[in-house]
């Protein structure tokens, strides 16, 4: 455990106590790349059924094929994400 210094401003950081450090990483802003164009892509077909009558509904299925690689890409980030965490 960590000394405390003398004084009022001497209190220890909470990440003093773990001797890991967890910031920003190359991953991350990818991650959030993959995240927003996701719910872009999402929130575009979501618009587009509601405008669609029901027989036209396969007109959405380019939309759910687009979705597929920004989410399996979102998953890849957030499970090594996990790992990185608990290595």
Do not use: K, N
Not at 18 to 30: M, Q, S
Not at 42 to 60: N, Q, T, V
Not at 69 to 84: N, S, T
Request: aromatic residues 12%; contains cysteine; hydrophobic residues 50%.
């Amino acid at each position: 455990m960590p000394q405390l210094a003398p004084g009022a401003a001497g209190q220890p950081h909470p990440a003093d106590f773990t001797d890991y450090r967890c910031g920003v990483r190359p991953w991350t802003p990818v991650g959030a790349g993959f995240l927003v164009m996701l719910v872009g892509i999402l929130a575009w077909r979501e618009a587009w059924r509601i405008r669609l009558p029901p027989d036209e509904h396969r007109r959405l299925r380019p939309l759910a094929y687009a979705a597929a690689p920004f989410l399996v890409g979102f998953v890849v980030v957030v499970v090594e994400r996990f790992v990185l965490l608990t290595s």
